[in-house]
């Protein structure tokens, strides 16, 4: 896929319509550095966006706020396509977006016009979603990835025809929403699968209320010291004492430590201030304290949205 919003739309509602249309392909992100070329058959698609609909209440035009070459965006457009002359509207952002749409009075104000505010791609903050709900806005937060035609889990349950199974804390996918294999990469695809089950990045578990929790991804855990530091769950709680301040946790290679543990924090008002004590306070067990402290006006995103991860490992390591 490439091209700008109008012109991919008019792609798929010929693809849509086409007699035996070939796969789209998309490219990931890349967030870990290595993009991949995902092959999405118009059957895997077309599953996709009509669970969706169904699980929302009803198809609906969807309005546009991410890149449209990267299968969220992707999927926005084809969900239009899908839904035809429908009254309902639906909205599709990365958490990082929604934290700063709340900053502002008159966007919250549209966010509330909508049926349902779809958040995915990274971690939500709990404390950001209460925030939201607060204020009217209909949070539907959703988990999934290129290889699944986007989200296919929504607020912690599988779309119809999705199953979700976690096996040593890790996350594993089947279903008709499963993409077609990696181009040209047929090594690559034959290792994400595991009899017929996509073996996810991600690690999760099973909630008490029978709901999907990621607890995040199987590469952002830091070994510092011998313990096993996990990124997400470090981030998790400094955000929520600053009141949903973008934070991301990463490892960089430490003499002493093998990997030392570093929390990149936004500076927002009063918060530019905050001290490496003060973080290393908020965090039980305290082997998974940071013990660096770097702050930046702005986490690097990829132009998805999503933190750059690779760039801000090297921000941390510089610094």
Same mark, same amino acid.
């Given at each position: ?7 991919? @739309? *008019? &792609? @798929? ?17 890349? %967030?870990?550095? $290595? ?10 698609m077309r ?30 457009? #084809? ?11 639906y ?14 009075? +008159?966007?919250?104000?549209? &966010?509330? *016009? #909508?049926?349902a ?7 939500l ?11 009217? =806005? ?16 929504y607020?912690g !349950? ?9 096996e ?10 499963? #993409?077609?294999?990696? !181009?040209?990469?047929?090594?690559r695809?034959?290792a994400? #699968?595991a009899?017929?089950?996509? =073996? ?6 099973? *909630?008490? /209320?029978?709901? @999907? ?5 199987? /590469?952002?855990?830091i ?9 997400? %769950?470090? *981030? ?14 990463v490892? =960089? ?7 030392? =543990? ?12 905050? %001290? &490496? +004590?003060?973080?290393?306070n &908020? ?13 930046? $006006? $702005?986490?690097?995103l @990829? ?17």
């Amino acid at each position: 896929m490439s091209g700008d919003a109008a012109g991919i @739309l *008019a &792609l @798929l509602r010929e693809w849509d319509a086409a007699e035996d249309p070939r796969p789209l392909v998309i490219e990931t992100s890349g %967030s870990t550095g $290595q993009p991949k070329r995902v092959m999405l058959s118009r059957e895997a698609m077309r599953v996709s966006a009509d669970a969706t609909h169904l699980r929302l209440g009803g198809p609906g035009q969807w309005a546009l706020n991410l890149p449209p070459t990267y299968v969220a965006g992707v999927q926005v457009l #084809f969900r239009t396509v899908r839904a035809g002359a429908a009254s309902r509207r639906y909205y599709s952002a990365v958490p990082t977006q929604l934290v700063r749409l709340l900053r502002h009075d +008159d966007e919250v104000e549209k &966010l509330r *016009a #909508f049926d349902a505010v779809l958040i995915g791609g990274a971690s939500l903050r709990a404390e950001v979603r209460r925030e939201a709900e607060r204020r009217g =806005v209909r949070i539907v937060q959703t988990y999934g990835m290129s290889e699944t035609c986007g989200g296919c889990v929504y607020d912690g !349950e599988p779309l119809d025809g999705v199953e979700v199974r976690i096996e040593d804390d890790q996350v594993l996918v089947r279903g008709p929403v499963l #993409f077609d294999g990696y !181009e040209g990469e047929p090594e690559r695809t034959a290792a994400a #699968f595991a009899d017929g089950w996509l =073996v996810t990045s991600d690690l999760g578990h099973w *909630a008490e /209320d029978g709901r @999907l929790r990621i607890d995040g991804r199987a /590469d952002d855990v830091i070994i510092s010291g011998g313990v096993k530091v996990p990124a997400q %769950s470090v *981030a998790d709680a400094i955000s929520r004492d600053l009141k949903g301040t973008p934070v991301a946790v990463v490892g =960089v290679e430490d003499p002493e430590w093998g990997e030392r =543990v570093v929390a990149v924090v936004e500076v927002i008002g009063s918060r530019s201030s905050v %001290s &490496l +004590d003060y973080l290393r306070n &908020l965090i039980e067990p305290r082997a998974w304290a940071p013990r660096q402290l770097v702050m930046v $006006q $702005q986490l690097p995103l @990829l132009p998805n949205g999503k933190p750059d991860r690779v760039a801000i490992k090297k921000l941390a390591a510089d610094a």
